[in-house]
C-alpha cells in the first residue's frame, strides 16, 4: 500500500536542531511536489515548506524562513527538513505530504500524506 512516512522528531532545547525525514513507499515520490506541515493541537495547521517537482525550488513560511532547510533526494524516494534554531513556538506535529504545487491554493495536501512526527522544543 502506498504511504508516506515521517521519522526524527523528538526533544530538544530552544536553538537546537532536528532533521525529519519523510519517505514514499509504493510510488514514486519524484513525480510531485511535497509539502512540510505542521499542526498543534487545537489550531489550524500550518504549511511550513514546499519544495518543487522539476527543480526542487524550496518554499517556505514566513516563520521559519532562514531556520529550516527543505531539501529532496529522488534516489532515495525521501524528503527531508532541517529545522535549526528551533523555538518553542515550533512545537507541533510535523507531516510530509504530496501537494499540487508550491504556490497559493496548490500548496495543499495532495493524494498521500503520513501521520507525522513529533517534534518539543522545551528547556
Known amino acids: 500500500q502506498a504511504h508516506l512516512r515521517e521519522s526524527g522528531g523528538g526533544s530538544v532545547q530552544p536553538g537546537g536542531s532536528l532533521r525529519l525525514s519523510c519517505t514514499a513507499s509504493?510510488?514514486?515520490?519524484?513525480?510531485?511536489?511535497i509539502g512540510w506541515f505542521r499542526h498543534i493541537s487545537g489550531k489550524p495547521r500550518e504549511a511550513v515548506s514546499c519544495?518543487?517537482?522539476?527543480?526542487?525550488?524550496?518554499t517556505y513560511a514566513d516563520a521559519v524562513k532562514g531556520r529550516f532547510t527543505i531539501s529532496r533526494d529522488n534516489a532515495k524516494n525521501s524528503a527531508y527538513l532541517q529545522m535549526s534554531s528551533l523555538k518553542p513556538e515550533d512545537t507541533a506535529r510535523y507531516y510530509c505530504?504530496?501537494?499540487?504545487?508550491?504556490?497559493?491554493?496548490?500548496?495543499?495536501?495532495?493524494?498521500?500524506w503520513g501521520q507525522g512526527t513529533q517534534v518539543t522544543v522545551s528547556s
Open positions: 509504493g510510488f514514486t515520490l519524484e513525480r510531485y511536489a
Open positions: 505530504a504530496t501537494v499540487l504545487g508550491c504556490v497559493g491554493a496548490l500548496w495543499v495536501e495532495y493524494e498521500y
Open positions: 519544495i518543487s517537482k522539476n527543480d526542487s525550488t524550496p
